[in-house]
């Protein structure tokens, strides 16, 4: 099923290439992005959990004393409604995928070639995998792409408007404010990407030395993991899917160019805000409560992903842009088919 969503919705977004970009035109594959997961059932780990929420009333009142207000009476809007269990993954994924098409009219609109940037967004990024599993942490990461648009274009009243209202469904969302500091230091500091992907690995491994801390000063109501499970360091081997993409990495920074006139200014800021994030995995070596901010970040990698299929599509390199799109698509492929578990074994409330 996931094989089929990727190359219905990417062989779709080809037809209406030279359209102008519209959400009305995009609908037809917002419909099967929508329908597939919210049609799930038992995909993950978390599906009958969200279940319990949605039939226990008292869990609703723990939620809205976590501040997760649109989360809580989102399930009790639909229990008033005598509406299914099923509804709230319905509900929850509808939202996911408005805040993500709306994102994918808006970079049509600053001349991405969607076909592209889609694969590369299913196949790197796992976030339409993953939103199948943890449902009030994905509207967050749905929405991320458009809080990067917005606040790029300056836009910060709504920039904090949604953000605010992201953090309703899960409050970690005030990570995001990371991105405050991001752009500004975008604005000052921009050149040497190389050099800036290569020391933040220094910068995270002593990150990792305070993160402790770190956690106990701006994320308190999280401090409780770091005597838990989520407390346990993580070894390097659990990232080995990360550092799968970095011979393409080093390769995109042998030959990008920001100058480059088919790339907008928003393109360099995420390949900027990439720089910067990567390697924060990193930090799961002293703290694996880390892994669940990382999710935040996993986005950016769709960046040079992209530009890598266009710069070898655009300048007609055939083999070059086959072996990139190879890179990106064949390991996705296996673990949505004979490596399929988890949230990447599909099953649907249709033929249960």
């Known amino acids: 099923m996931f094989l089929f969503v990727l190359s219905y919705i990417s062989g779709y977004f080809a037809l209406i290439e030279k359209y102008k970009a519209s959400l009305i035109a995009m ?43 649109l989360f809580a009476y989102l399930n009790i809007f639909l229990n008033w409604l005598e509406l299914p269990a099923q509804s709230v993954f319905l509900a929850i994924s509808f939202i996911q995928a408005v805040l993500v098409f709306i994102y994918f009219k808006s970079i049509k609109e600053k001349g991405f070639i969607l076909t592209l940037f889609f694969i590369a967004f299913i196949c790197v990024t796992n976030i339409y995998n993953n939103q199948l599993n943890g449902l009030r942490q994905y509207v967050v ?27 309703f469904f899960h409050n970690t969302a005030w990570f995001l404010l990371v991105l405050l500091p991001i752009y500004f230091l975008y604005e000052k ?31 308190p109501s999280y401090a409780h993991y770091l005597q838990g ?36 200014s928003y393109f360099h800021f995420m390949i900027f805000t990439f720089t910067l994030t990567f390697w924060f995995f990193l930090l799961s070596l002293n703290l694996g409560m ?14 040079p992903m992209y530009y890598l299929l266009h710069y070898n599509y655009v300048k007609g390199r055939a083999i070059s842009f086959v072996l990139v799109l190879g890179y ?11 490596l399929a578990k988890h949230e990447f074994l599909y099953n649907s409330i249709l033929w249960n």
């Not at 990461?141 to 953090?167: D, M």
């Not at 500091?189 to 910068?203: M, Q, T």
């Not at 880390?290 to 960046?303: D, G, I, Q």
């Open 27 to 69: 609908f037809p594959a917002f419909v099967l992005y929508f329908l597939v997961a919210g049609l799930q059932y038992d995909v993950g780990t978390d599906y009958f959990s969200y279940i319990n929420i949605f039939e226990d009333s008292s869990s609703h009142q723990f939620f809205i004393n976590k501040g997760e207000y």
């Open 141 to 167: 990461i749905a929405a991320l792409p458009l809080l990067t648009i917005l606040l790029y274009e300056k836009r910060f009243v709504r920039f904090f408007i949604l953000l605010g209202l992201a953090s």
């Open 189 to 219: 500091f921009n050149k040497s990407l190389l050099f800036l992907f290569l020391f933040s690995v220094v910068g995270f491994l002593l990150l990792g030395k305070i993160i402790d801390e770190l956690v106990i000063i701006f994320l």
């Open 229 to 264: 499970l989520y407390a346990e360091q993580h070894t390097l081997g659990l990232f080995i899917t990360k550092l799968y993409y970095l011979p393409l990495i080093f390769y995109f920074y042998l030959v990008y160019k920001k100058s480059s006139s088919e790339f907008g």
């Open 290 to 303: 880390a892994t669940r901010f990382y999710y935040y970040v996993v986005f950016f990698m769709v960046f």
């Open 328 to 338: 990106i698509v064949l390991p996705y492929i296996a673990k949505v088919t004979f």
